[in-house]
């Protein structure tokens, strides 16, 4: 048996507990995937003989797909499995599936779930490298590197960019990892939202500048990432109206024009046409890179399935 | 009847009289016979037993204002026995049981069930409080006087707030019939609805949902004015906020009667303990700030805090091993209520005699229980305590049934060595000389 690899080296639960090395060592395996997974064959054997699980407490069809060609590409045998609200309600508890799919040995465990703080509860439980892909409103560390990847093959770098940050805040686990990842990379970010959508505290600890304006947030922006706002979120409680969110806070070509003639948009998807965002900007190929994150998400996936995977090849 | 003792050489606390003395106590047929630094082994008949307690403590048992005994509806989180046994450990000669059982204690005949499986254990005192509003549901009165005959020391929905404004007048117009004390808890349920910690840095760090600091101090200023309305006397169970402090420091300026107690972990500990999303730092009210938990030590110093309760509330593994937003709120207490409410005595933030009457004198006059004085006369219920002995908590030590405790692995000074009820020792610790 080799030693235990160190803890920190064993999941991927955040960008707050990666370490920047480990970070621009991901974009740089990740860097070379993209080359990898634009050939006619894509396939290596790297994770040849290991077993992926995709545990799915919510409902995802990009994220989990995203994983499950990542895994394949690598020579990964990848299970799906989809934990629906029924499941939940027959009372097993996150403790006890974490125990029962530890039984099955799995390598690698891929977790999305509706709270913040359940993929580390589950990670405890476990005896095999576990991915948070997706957390409550916690983090959600694969978008984020993959967004990085997106930013610094079309910029070239990432320190010193001005990234606006705009929408759903308070809801978004993709815009706390984000703004974890970019600001340790030297970005600059800002966050541009309706006070009803920033939550309390982002600009002392996080080191960002907040706006409630679009135009005064986009001015000289290099990046415009905007987030999903969920229906629900929609009619009434966070904001009045869709159309009044999208007059105020949609991104519109007038809206982009404070921005740098050369801004990156960017999306997590799925997108709301004409509600964060306006569909003609989004499919402006020029503007755009919101496919550019979907085909860097692959990449990023491979190559933090590859680092995490990386203890068992050498034990071999 | 049992032969009467006398605890010798010790350090006697009475926080009603600010007695502070070395000197003896003599117990007969249950009562404090007497004491003072005149009782000296020499002086003492041959028949009284002579019990040496130099180096330690002797101050009223602990009166405990807020325990959830697990009876009737969670006999697998905390029983009667086990939480009697639990306070008698830390010193609790009296507690005060919270209604919001399952069934909830609005009905006379559940009350006296509760008091009569604690008076079977002939151990420490169990006061139960009973629902303000029936079924706890905050929509209609419970039968006060009824309750109040069947022995009800206070009307509280526990841990919940009555949130419609007018049963809460109703309800505090109809306790003065009685000269009941209301209980609430403070907290603004729109305001707290679906929050799992303090809402602020930490919370949007961890991506859960916050429960705002003004929840507790909207909903007591409502209150005060309902107060004003009706003078009835009004308690605030656990207030965590500096604002809630502010406040009650202006009513009783005012002169209104209200009261309010602390926690010890809301004196101890911060919002920093949720991080890495430790379930059994999730309370009600949440843990705040490290500038609320000044001004909640300020208050107790200056007496605007008038009671420290431990807020004891068993959870068992499976209500606390989950994701913390589906985690139940709650920690057990009992066991520490002493030793972690003496931190700050050794710290040197409020005096000794201060703090004992924070859970003695003060809780049972609020409740109108007997206890929590040493004078000739009253019943010798007893906390002898050792105040500089170092232990750890650890969930094994402890006598709950839960063992959802804040302070896990943390070392207190300061510990009871003997409990005493009506003279009877109910609790005493192995391993200490006395």
Same mark, same amino acid.
């Given at each position: 048996?080799?030693?235990?690899? *160190?803890?920190?080296?064993?999941?991927?639960?955040? !960008?707050?507990?990666?370490?920047?090395?480990?970070?621009?060592?991901?974009?740089?395996?990740?860097?070379?995937?993209?080359?990898?997974?634009?050939?006619?064959?894509?396939?290596?054997?790297?994770?040849?003989?290991?077993?992926?699980?995709?545990?799915?407490?919510?409902?995802?069809?990009?994220?989990? %797909?995203?994983?499950?060609?990542? =895994?394949?590409?690598? =020579?990964?045998?990848?299970?799906?499995?989809?934990?629906?609200?029924?499941?939940?309600?027959?009372?097993?508890?996150?403790?006890?599936?974490?125990?029962? &799919?530890?039984?099955?040995?799995?390598?690698?465990?891929?977790?999305?779930?509706?709270?913040? =703080?359940?993929?580390?509860?589950?990670?405890?439980?476990?005896?095999?490298?576990?991915?948070?892909?997706?957390?409550?409103?916690?983090?959600? *560390? %694969?978008?984020?590197?993959?967004?990085?990847?997106? #930013?610094?093959?079309?910029?070239?770098? !990432?320190?010193?960019? %001005?990234?606006? !940050?705009?929408?759903? #805040?308070?809801?978004?686990?993709?815009?706390?990892?984000?703004?974890?990842? &970019?600001?340790?990379? =030297?970005?600059? $970010?800002? &966050?541009?939202?309706?006070?009803?959508?920033? *939550?309390?505290?982002?600009?002392?600890?996080?080191?960002?500048?907040?706006?409630?304006?679009?135009?005064?947030?986009?001015?000289?922006?290099?990046?415009?990432?905007?987030?999903?706002?969920?229906?629900?979120?929609?009619?009434?409680?966070?904001?009045?109206?869709?159309?009044?969110?999208?007059?105020?806070?949609?991104?519109?070509?007038?809206?982009?024009?404070?921005?740098?003639?050369?801004?990156?948009?960017?999306? *997590?998807?799925?997108?709301?046409?004409?509600?964060?965002?306006?569909? $003609?900007?989004?499919?402006?190929?020029?503007?755009?890179?919101?496919?550019?994150?979907?085909?860097?998400?692959?990449?990023?996936?491979?190559?933090?399935?590859?680092?995490? %995977?990386?203890?068992?090849?050498?034990?071999? | 009847?049992?032969? @009467?003792?006398?605890?010798?050489?010790?350090?006697?606390?009475?926080?009603?009289?600010?007695?502070?003395?070395?000197?003896?106590?003599?117990?007969?047929?249950?009562?404090?016979?007497?004491?003072? @630094?005149?009782?000296?082994?020499?002086?003492?008949?041959?028949?009284?037993?002579?019990?040496?307690?130099?180096?330690?403590?002797?101050?009223?048992?602990?009166?405990?204002?807020?325990?959830?005994?697990?009876?009737?509806?969670?006999?697998?989180?905390?029983?009667?026995?086990?939480?009697?046994?639990?306070?008698?450990?830390?010193?609790? /000669?009296?507690?005060?049981?919270?209604?919001?059982?399952?069934?909830?204690?609005?009905?006379?005949?559940?009350?006296?069930?509760?008091?009569?499986?604690?008076?079977?254990?002939?151990?420490?005192?169990?006061?139960?409080?009973?629902?303000? /509003?029936?079924?706890?549901?905050?929509?209609?009165?419970?039968?006060?006087?009824?309750?109040?005959?069947?022995?009800?020391?206070?009307?509280?929905?526990?841990?919940?707030?009555?949130?419609?404004?007018?049963?809460?007048?109703?309800?505090?117009?109809?306790?003065?019939?009685?000269?009941?004390?209301?209980?609430?808890?403070?907290?603004?349920?729109?305001?707290?609805?679906?929050?799992?910690?303090?809402?602020?840095?930490?919370?949007?760090?961890?991506?859960?949902?916050?429960?705002?600091?003004?929840?507790?101090?909207?909903?007591?200023?409502?209150?005060?004015?309902?107060?004003?309305?009706?003078?009835?006397?009004?308690?605030?169970?656990?207030?965590?906020?500096?604002?809630?402090?502010?406040?009650?420091?202006?009513?009783?300026?005012?002169?209104?009667?209200?009261?309010?107690?602390?926690?010890?972990?809301?004196?101890?500990?911060?919002?920093?303990?949720?991080?890495?999303?430790?379930?059994?730092?999730?309370?009600?009210?949440?843990?705040?700030?490290?500038?609320?938990?000044?001004?909640?030590?300020?208050?107790?110093?200056?007496?605007?805090?008038?009671?420290?309760?431990?807020?004891?509330?068993?959870?068992?593994?499976?209500?606390?091993?989950?994701?913390?937003?589906?985690?139940?709120?709650?920690?057990?207490?009992?066991?520490?209520?002493?030793?972690?409410?003496?931190?700050? +005595?050794?710290?040197?933030?409020?005096?000794?005699?201060?703090?004992?009457?924070?859970?003695?004198?003060?809780?049972?006059?609020?409740?109108?229980?007997?206890?929590?004085?040493?004078?000739?006369?009253?019943?010798?219920?007893?906390?002898?305590?050792?105040?500089?002995?170092? +232990?750890?908590?650890?969930?094994?030590?402890?006598?709950?049934?839960?063992?959802? /405790?804040?302070?896990?692995?943390?070392?207190?000074?300061?510990?009871?060595?003997?409990?005493?009820?009506?003279?009877?020792?109910?609790?005493?610790?192995?391993?200490?000389?006395?």
């Amino acid at each position: 048996m080799a030693a235990a690899p *160190p803890r920190s080296h064993r999941h991927l639960l955040g !960008i707050a507990s990666l370490a920047t090395e480990e970070i621009e060592a991901l974009l740089e395996t990740a860097d070379g995937f993209v080359d990898l997974n634009r050939r006619s064959d894509k396939k290596l054997a790297l994770l040849r003989g290991l077993t992926q699980i995709n545990l799915f407490f919510e409902s995802s069809t990009r994220t989990r %797909t995203s994983f499950e060609l990542a =895994g394949k590409r690598l =020579g990964a045998d990848v299970v799906n499995m989809s934990v629906g609200a029924s499941a939940i309600k027959k009372g097993e508890t996150l403790i006890d599936t974490a125990m029962t &799919l530890n039984a099955m040995h799995p390598d690698v465990l891929v977790v999305r779930h509706h709270d913040s =703080g359940a993929v580390a509860l589950l990670a405890r439980h476990v005896r095999c490298a576990v991915i948070n892909a997706g957390d409550g409103t916690h983090e959600h *560390p %694969t978008q984020a590197l993959l967004d990085a990847l997106t #930013i610094r093959r079309r910029r070239g770098r !990432i320190a010193g960019l %001005t990234v606006a !940050i705009c929408g759903d #805040i308070a809801h978004s686990r993709v815009a706390r990892s984000n703004i974890l990842l &970019l600001t340790r990379l =030297g970005a600059r $970010v800002r &966050l541009v939202a309706p006070p009803t959508l920033l *939550p309390a505290g982002m600009e002392r600890q996080y080191g960002v500048t907040l706006f409630h304006d679009m135009r005064a947030g986009l001015e000289g922006a290099d990046i415009v990432m905007m987030l999903r706002l969920q229906s629900e979120r929609m009619q009434g409680s966070f904001v009045p109206s869709l159309r009044e969110y999208f007059r105020f806070f949609g991104l519109t070509w007038e809206k982009l024009a404070s921005a740098r003639p050369d801004a990156l948009i960017m999306h *997590p998807g799925p997108m709301n046409r004409g509600v964060e965002i306006d569909g $003609v900007v989004a499919d402006d190929i020029d503007r755009s890179a919101i496919l550019d994150q979907v085909e860097m998400g692959v990449a990023v996936r491979m190559a933090c399935l590859d680092h995490l %995977t990386r203890h068992l090849r050498e034990a071999a | 009847m049992s032969r @009467p003792f006398a605890f010798l050489g010790c350090r006697l606390l009475d926080p009603a009289s600010g007695l502070d003395t070395v000197g003896g106590l003599l117990v007969r047929d249950g009562r404090i016979a007497d004491l003072g @630094p005149h009782l000296r082994a020499d002086g003492l008949g041959p028949d009284i037993e002579r019990i040496a307690a130099d180096g330690l403590c002797l101050a009223p048992g602990l009166v405990d204002m807020r325990v959830r005994l697990g009876e009737p509806g969670s006999e697998h989180k905390e029983r009667i026995d086990s939480a009697v046994a639990a306070a008698a450990a830390g010193g609790v /000669t009296s507690l005060a049981a919270l209604p919001d059982s399952r069934p909830p204690l609005d009905d006379p005949a559940m009350l006296e069930f509760v008091a009569r499986r604690a008076r079977k254990l002939k151990s420490v005192k169990v006061h139960p409080c009973a629902c303000l /509003t029936r079924g706890g549901e905050g929509r209609q009165l419970a039968e006060m006087g009824l309750l109040r005959e069947a022995g009800a020391v206070a009307f509280t929905d526990g841990g919940r707030a009555v949130a419609d404004a007018r049963v809460m007048l109703r309800a505090l117009a109809y306790a003065t019939a009685f000269d009941a004390l209301v209980v609430q808890h403070p907290e603004e349920p729109a305001l707290a609805a679906g929050g799992a910690m303090n809402e602020g840095a930490v919370a949007t760090r961890l991506g859960l949902p916050g429960i705002p600091s003004c929840a507790e101090v909207i909903l007591i200023e409502r209150d005060l004015r309902l107060v004003e309305a009706t003078g009835a006397r009004y308690h605030l169970g656990c207030v965590s906020t500096a604002a809630a402090v502010e406040v009650v420091r202006a009513a009783k300026a005012r002169g209104l009667p209200v009261s309010c107690g602390v926690t010890p972990h809301h004196l101890l500990l911060t919002e920093a303990e949720v991080e890495g999303y430790r379930t059994y730092a999730k309370v009600s009210p949440p843990l705040r700030t490290e500038e609320d938990r000044e001004a909640l030590i300020a208050g107790l110093a200056d007496g605007t805090v008038d009671v420290v309760a431990s807020d004891h509330t068993p959870q068992d593994q499976d209500s606390k091993r989950v994701p913390f937003a589906q985690a139940a709120f709650g920690v057990v207490g009992l066991e520490t209520l002493l030793a972690a409410a003496l931190e700050l +005595w050794h710290d040197g933030r409020i005096g000794l005699l201060e703090l004992l009457g924070a859970m003695t004198v003060r809780p049972a006059a609020l409740l109108g229980i007997e206890g929590g004085r040493l004078a000739v006369g009253a019943a010798a219920d007893l906390l002898l305590f050792d105040p500089g002995a170092r +232990w750890t908590v650890t969930e094994a030590g402890l006598r709950s049934l839960s063992k959802n /405790t804040a302070f896990e692995g943390r070392e207190f000074r300061g510990r009871a060595v003997r409990t005493l009820v009506d003279g009877r020792t109910v609790f005493a610790r192995e391993d200490a000389a006395t």
